[in-house]
């Protein structure tokens, strides 16, 4: 079995308004370029101040995920919102929360990122996630026909046991919708993705955000949306602007790679 994968670029802001527009602008023309699966990235639909994200936070039955299930159930694709500010019931808190939708509008699989990103690496780039984010607690393998597509959000990426346990739980797909900082990631972006697509010997599809955005200018990312294949070869990769790429994913090549080099998928350390 084969399918076609888009991986969206976007440049997100506080205006979420306008985020929305150019995130359905772009998956719009990743399904007219023929792709049947399509990643956005994390955040979506605000990148902006952390408080302001929790005062916007919306249900998984609000206005963010109602347009993105209906888009997927107009075009009849594969979508995946790869991060929105979901509500919780903690004050001052909410969800980083990525969602996946099937060609008739409902929901597939619904994770809430586990690692957040509180790193003091420079004074330029300093973010304490857990101070507005309630991490969330599930695993989660979802199924794009007979494919099953592991999610994370960005700065799992760097914990590699998750990925062994979604393998051990049948992904050939793995998501990692992200955010990357442009001060990590030109050192460390395209080494882990290759890396948990060498681990775990699935597709890795990487929508991502790329430049400067408006909270006070203190913030850049890296851009370079990625898809690797199972080998860890990089087939398709976005580069610096905002924008999409396309690849034919062929889930044959999992299974190939994967009885040429069996392994075993590591212990997950929360069990």
Sequence with gaps: ???????????????????????????????????????????????GPHEEKVRRAQSLDGPVCERFAGLARELRVHLLL??????????????????????????????????????????????TESATIEPGREVVVAQVGPAGLGMSI?????????????????????????????????????VLLRARAIETQSWVLAPAQAGRHDDLGLRESYGHALIVDPWGRIVADAGDDPGFVVAEIDLEKVRQVRRALPMRAPVDPLK
């Design 1 to 47: 079995m084969s399918l076609v994968a888009a991986v969206v670029q976007l440049n997100s802001t506080s205006d979420e308004a306008a985020s929305l527009e150019r995130a359905e602008s772009l998956v719009r023309r990743a399904a007219a370029d023929g792709a049947t699966l399509i990643a956005t990235p994390e955040n979506t639909n605000f990148l």
């Design 82 to 127: 790869g991060s929105f500010n979901e509500r919780c019931d903690e004050p001052g808190r909410c969800y980083n929360t990525s969602v996946l939708f099937g060609p008739d509008g409902a929901r597939l699989g619904v994770y809430r990122k586990i690692h957040l990103f509180d790193v003091d690496i420079s004074p330029e780039t300093r973010f």
């Design 154 to 190: 960005c700065f799992d990426l760097r914990f590699s046991w998750l990925y062994g346990e979604l393998r051990s739980r049948g992904a050939e797909l793995i998501a990692v919708p992200s955010a990357f900082t442009a001060v990590t990631g030109k050192d460390h972006w395209h």
